[in-house]
């Protein structure tokens, strides 16, 4: 079959979405299917390293006079679809990463509308929100399949879905909960952890909404009880929320333990997770089965997380979106840093593995355009 994935940002790889993508266009092609990505915007995050593909099977999405400027792109760069509409008219599947990029393709008899996570729970009612929340129904609607990533997307689609439901669900007829997963032969455990004072690693591009202010105040109530360090490895994608950040940091006396170390190529990142003692996902919002998250406990690093969203899907140790909590919860698992190791790491391994999810993901395909031959 051919299969066209169209999304805002693949190659070069800097966040969860663009590694998934990979994925994603790895399995189709080693499943014998022909596998081409549609991309708004190319990033300036490092390059992906061993990730398979490149150049060759990336397209561009061609621009519009609403998405020549980068403000706006996410938004604005799918009306550009309209442009290659003879091209995907001569593929077998569309797969549309978020609602919006499932708009300008519905016209297509097979779609597959993919939920990275909710993205309207930062205002919850909200008129920008509710319209948010509206486009996703639409989609989720006009889809042939779904394939969500959390069990809260379809809560907010009015599905009978709880947290913590066995993944690799089909929910109801081509609705789907196929959490994030990683390949544990990559992200696995290695080695002695060093010594010295607790590093808590904090692997998040800093955005508002993924909380990094929530980890450096934690940080200075942990330190009240241990004398620990914080690596926050991710893009500085929102230059004033950075600034915000550091400032936060001198405020609380913890500047000089709290390292902005950039992004990291994603090759790289098993050796961040295994030079941690602890990793943190702190996200007030927007947020999936955290391919980070996925990945710490992967490489033998227990895992704490905000108890939102997509969150609660994931073995890690929940903590409310308070930095009180946060820090509370920081200490209770690095006190029983081995214990937790091992139990995060063999749910991982026997729920959120690539080749589970490699699976589903060709069962989903190949039932999406039985069904859109049926029509």
Known sequence: MRVAQVTYSYRPIVGGADVYAAELHRTLTEAGHESVVYQAARGSGPHPGPLPG????????????????RRGLFWTAPLGLAKVRDELARLDVLIAHYPNYHRPIRWHPCTILLSHGVWWDDRPGALRSRLKRRLAREAYLQATAVVANDTFFLREMGLDARPGLAPHTEVEPGRWYVPNAVDTGLFSP????????????????????????????????????????MRIVGALSQPGYVTECQALAA????????????????????GEYRAAHLSLVPSLCG??????????????TPCVATRVAGLM??????????????????????????????????AVRSGFGLKRWRESWLLVIEQAVASSRRV
Not at 198 to 226: F, K, Q, S, T
Not at 287 to 300: H, K, N, P, Q, V
Not at 321 to 342: F, G, S
Request: charged share 25%; proline share 9%; net charge negative.
């Open 313 to 346: 899907d994931l073995p890690a140790v929940l903590a409310d979106p308070r930095p009180d909590a946060i820090a509370q919860a920081c200490l209770e698992a690095l006190a029983r840093r081995d214990e937790l190791a091992a139990r995060q790491l063999g």
């Open 190 to 229: 290695e080695g002695e952890l060093r010594s010295g004072p607790p590093v808590i690693l904090v692997p998040r591009n800093l955005y508002r909404n993924r909380g990094v202010h929530l980890a450096v105040e934690a940080l200075a109530l942990v330190r009240r009880e241990l004398d620990a360090r």
């Open 287 to 300: 947020e999936g089965t955290s391919l980070s998250a996925l990945e710490s406990m992967a490489c033998g």
């Open 54 to 69: 490149g150049e060759g099977e990336t397209r561009t999405i061609p621009p519009t006079v609403l998405s020549h400027s």
């Open 251 to 270: 405020r609380l006396g913890v500047a000089e333990v709290v390292e902005f170390a950039g992004p990291r190529p994603w090759h790289q990142m098993p």
